[in-house]
T-cell receptor, first 110, second 112 residues
Framework: SQQGEEDPQALSIQEGENATMNCSYK?????LQWYRQNSGRGLVHLIL?????REKHSGRLRVTLDTSKKSSSLLITASRAADTASYFC??????????FGQGTRLTINP | KAGVTQTPRYLIKTRGQQVTLSCSPI?????VSWYQQTPGQGLQFLFE???????NKGNFPGRFSGRQFSNSRSEMNVSTLELGDSALYLC???????????FGQGTRLTVV
């Protein structure tokens, strides 16, 4: 079963705009991770935020974590066509067991 | 460093057959995990191996099995294939709990 809910399920924006995706989870976590998947291919690890961190940046990505609300958000600034992909949040449960949300399908329109 | 390599990339099998998928992790990564991805169920954890030992197992029937070799390479096997086993099977390797997982490109299995 899925651990988290992602919102929205699909997002379509214009190139250059910012994209925000949200993730909620159910149990206490050690860390929360975000991954990108281009159509039918493997997942690419984007960023990991530990449970004692509130915000983390990596290039155009900004992730926040609110453990009291059991939620996280991923912000992609100045979007590009190459950012078109599905984005998944995942929480770690037990030894290297990632539990994924159902993902947000992001489309960047030129 | 080479990334995670999965073979084969595509596979078509008939119901009732069995299949073996292979995964070579990134050099130095001792943890290897397997996931099944389908449109209906999304990404689901199958199992994880570390130093040839299965440390964690997902909620899949016993037809799904795996193993890890001393060089950290891993295989998963699905016996008595069913149509519902058609999926993208992803392998990931990792250095540890607070390191991200590196995924291979996956093996797309079609059962007919």
């Amino acid at each position: 079963s899925q651990q988290g809910e992602e919102d929205p399920q699909a997002l379509s924006i214009q190139e250059g705009e910012n994209a925000t995706m949200n993730c909620s989870y159910k149990t206490s976590i050690n860390n929360l991770q975000w991954y990108r998947q281009n159509s039918g291919r493997g997942l690419v690890h984007l960023i990991l935020i530990r449970s004692n961190e509130r915000e983390k940046h990596s290039g155009r990505l900004r992730v926040t974590l609110d453990t009291s609300k059991k939620s996280s958000s991923l912000l992609i600034t100045a979007s590009r066509a190459a950012d078109t992909a599905s984005y998944f949040c995942a929480t770690l449960q037990g030894a290297q067991k990632l539990v994924f949300g159902q993902g947000t399908r992001l489309t960047i329109n030129p | 460093k080479a990334g995670v390599t999965q073979t084969p990339r595509y596979l078509i099998k008939t119901r009732g057959q069995q299949v073996t998928l292979s995964c070579s992790p990134i050099s130095g990564h001792r943890s290897v995990s397997w996931y099944q991805q389908t449109p209906g169920q999304g990404l689901q954890f199958l199992f994880e191996y570390f130093s040839e030992t299965q440390r964690n197992k997902g909620n899949f029937p016993g037809r799904f099995s795996g193993r890890q070799f001393s060089n950290s390479r891993s295989e998963m096997n699905v016996s008595t294939l069913e149509l519902g086993d058609s999926a993208l099977y992803l392998c990931a390797s990792s250095l540890g709990v607070n390191a991200g997982a590196f995924f291979g490109q996956g093996t797309r299995l079609t059962v007919v």
